[in-house]
């Protein structure tokens, strides 16, 4: 599939979600008893890595309502050493050492031990660290169209390693939305190959798609970095659950609502998982909001060499 099919592809999906004019008010059962809810993550990367606890809720409960857990005890082990996460007091998240990191290979399980209905209650949770799929050696960008940025990557994927990867843009200092994240089949896709100016990474700024907060139009001396992510096989079924639930389906009466793949464990029943990933980060400086593809691809290829799809 190429760039543009990938552009429109999205953009339609972006249509459908928005454009239904009928308010629907969905008849909701009464909700299970609120059962305990994992959300942690931990990567390669040196820092302080979170997981949040909080309880369920009925559905259409605002963010902000969502009750947190605060008071427990969580902790982190790597099958040769535990450490302890500490509390940012009364928001239900935890954090490891600032200098904290996940290593390849080994298998991470996390442990909390928390009062519920009081009782004391232990739950648990395990991913083993996947080997880094890619050597990521640039990245670089040009305008694709009026408010579109593509951002490309340059990078050896390594032979024989069945990697999942996903794809995460940091613009203006902000972290985009994991429904705007790209996932990545590697083997399938270019298993051994080295990415030469590989285009996965889209940047729209369009008020047809959904955000919190609007996305706004790059410019000169804004810093863009990438986020990739080397997948356990559990996250990458996980990425594909929630894409699954979180887009629009066609016909609109397709499959049933589920609830995510949880590898959550404990004494009552839990929701959410614990996740591990490897992670490559590569960051780029905007200098030139409307420079071309072609204009990027000189900086990257000797005089005179035949650029593909025109130019030189």
Same mark, same amino acid.
């Given at each position: 599939?190429? =760039?543009?099919?990938?552009?429109?592809?999205?953009?339609?999906?972006?249509?459908?979600?928005v454009s239904c004019v009928d308010d629907f008010t969905?008849?909701? =059962?009464?909700?299970?008893?609120?059962?305990?809810?994992?959300?942690?993550?931990?990567?390669?990367?040196?820092?302080?890595?979170?997981?949040?606890?909080?309880?369920?809720?009925?559905?259409?409960?605002?963010?902000?309502?969502?009750?947190?857990?605060?008071?427990?005890?969580?902790?982190?082990?790597?099958?040769?050493?535990?450490?302890?996460?500490?509390?940012?007091?009364?928001?239900?998240?935890?954090?490891?050492?600032?200098?904290?990191?996940?290593?390849?290979?080994?298998?991470?399980?996390?442990?909390?031990?928390?009062?519920?209905?009081?009782?004391?209650?232990?739950?648990?949770?395990?991913?083993?660290?996947?080997?880094?799929?890619?050597?990521?050696?640039?990245?670089?960008?040009?305008?694709?169209?009026?408010?579109?940025?593509?951002?490309?990557?340059?990078?050896?994927?390594?032979?024989?390693?069945?990697?999942?990867?996903?794809?995460?843009?940091?613009?203006?200092?902000?972290?985009?939305?994991?429904?705007?994240?790209?996932?990545?089949?590697?083997?399938?896709?270019?298993?051994?190959?080295?990415?030469?100016?590989?285009?996965?990474?889209?940047?729209?700024?369009?008020?047809?798609?959904?955000?919190?907060?609007?996305?706004?139009?790059?410019?000169?001396?804004?810093?863009?970095?990438?986020?990739?992510?080397?997948?356990?096989?559990?996250?990458?079924?996980?990425?594909?659950?929630?894409?699954?639930?979180?887009?629009?389906?066609?016909?609109?009466?397709?499959?049933?609502?589920?609830?995510?793949?949880?590898?959550? =464990?404990?004494?009552?029943?839990?929701?959410?998982?614990?996740?591990?990933?490897?992670?490559?980060?590569?960051?780029?400086?905007?200098?030139?909001?409307?420079?071309?593809?072609?204009?990027?691809?000189?900086?990257?290829?000797?005089?005179?060499?035949?650029?593909?799809?025109?130019?030189?």
């Amino acid at each position: 599939m190429n =760039k543009i099919s990938r552009i429109f592809i999205w953009l339609a999906a972006a249509l459908l979600a928005v454009s239904c004019v009928d308010d629907f008010t969905p008849d909701v =059962k009464d909700a299970p008893e609120p059962r305990l809810v994992i959300d942690g993550l931990l990567t390669t990367e040196p820092a302080a890595h979170r997981v949040r606890l909080s309880m369920s809720a009925p559905f259409g409960t605002p963010s902000s309502q969502i009750p947190v857990v605060s008071g427990a005890s969580v902790s982190i082990w790597d099958g040769e050493k535990t450490v302890t996460l500490r509390e940012d007091p009364g928001t239900g998240c935890y954090y490891t050492p600032d200098d904290y990191f996940g290593q390849e290979g080994r298998t991470y399980r996390l442990d909390v031990e928390v009062d519920l209905e009081g009782e004391r209650r232990h739950y648990s949770a395990e991913d083993e660290m996947p080997p880094k799929g890619i050597r990521g050696d640039a990245m670089d960008y040009y305008k694709m169209a009026d408010s579109v940025w593509m951002f490309t990557i340059w990078g050896q994927d390594l032979p024989g390693i069945a990697s999942h990867y996903a794809g995460e843009l940091v613009v203006h200092d902000r972290r985009l939305p994991v429904g705007q994240w790209v996932f990545i089949d590697g083997l399938s896709m270019f298993d051994g190959n080295y990415l030469f100016a590989g285009e996965y990474l889209p940047y729209m700024v369009s008020e047809l798609i959904p955000s919190e907060e609007p996305l706004t139009p790059l410019v000169e001396g804004d810093m863009v970095t990438l986020r990739f992510y080397s997948l356990s096989d559990f996250f990458y079924d996980w990425i594909l659950a929630m894409t699954n639930e979180t887009t629009a389906r066609i016909p609109m009466l397709s499959s049933q609502p589920a609830n995510l793949p949880s590898n959550v =464990k404990g004494d009552t029943e839990a929701m959410g998982s614990f996740m591990v990933a490897d992670l490559t980060t590569l960051t780029v400086e905007v200098k030139n909001p409307e420079r071309t593809r072609e204009e990027m691809l000189r900086d990257h290829l000797p005089p005179g060499y035949l650029i593909p799809g025109g130019g030189y």
